[in-house]
């Protein structure tokens, strides 16, 4: 359904791709996460497969056919849902779903049909008369998704569903999108994990502009990870930071940690779960849980990135 041959970008006279040599291919009716840090190039390669710009090089199809930024019958099968949600806070949510429908060129008897079916399907009819300006952020997020879907596109792309959410709202938003499966090509971009951990078939992990994994979600969980150590301490009184306490254990490789807890990959697990156990008895240092537990969409993405800050 999407497939990307060397796409590269490279913004002005600069020395660092934003995008470079993204080679992916998405299966159709699937949701496919497109995973990544802030600056990562998830944003430029949105931007470039819904034609808002152009690629420095190589090329990209969808439902087979070479795309390029003026081709407009190609365009007609895109849905497009940026970070930036604007809407016309007094329309309604109906009155909103009929002008798109208009703009795609439906009658007015198939956009009345089309925008009760986007209502339904967004879990919006019996808001369907009320000012948008008075929905909460997730009824807004489903509304910009039926706007997106009222032109019946083959692929949908999103850029941060759900990044401005309360968890209420990214409940309700990631419920219409996993609905969505087998309905459309969904392409979701996205920083945050448990997302693309909840509803996505497969994704693809970048970092700096570079593709760092690309898999089915539960295959690259398996292949980077198996089995993690968690520990949390019951207080923080080091005057250290708690992955440099774990340096000298040599069975044990520091995923990630925080001011209390620090995750741990075993290098092997009877030596390691060993090792930590002997090093925290003669440290006594005083922790509050040691678990060992299968790892997450978060574990292997913090082990790929290597912990690589926002940009």
Known sequence: MIKCVNLTKIYGKSDVPALNNLNIEVPKNSIFGFLGPNGAGKTTTVKILTGLIRQTSGEFYISGIQNTINNVGLKSKIGYLGQENKMYGGMTAQNLLMFVGEIFGLSKKEREYRAFEMLDMSGLRKSANKKISQFSGGMVQRLGIA??????????????????????????VLEFIHSLREKCTVFMSTHILNDVERICDSVAILNKGELVAYEKTDVLKNKYSDKIIEITFARNEQNFKIEDLFQGIKSVEVLNSDKNCVVLLPIEMKNAKTDLLNF????????????????????????????????
């Open 280 to 311: 925290i008895t003669s440290s006594g240092i005083d922790i509050e849980r040691f678990e060992v537990k299968s790892a997450s969409l978060e574990d292997v993405f913090v082990k790929l990135i290597g912990g690589a800050k926002d940009e």
């Open 147 to 172: 706007q997106a879907l009222m032109g019946n596109p083959e692929v949908l792309f999103l850029d941060e569903p759900t990044s401005a959410l309360d968890p209420i709202g990214r409940k309700e």
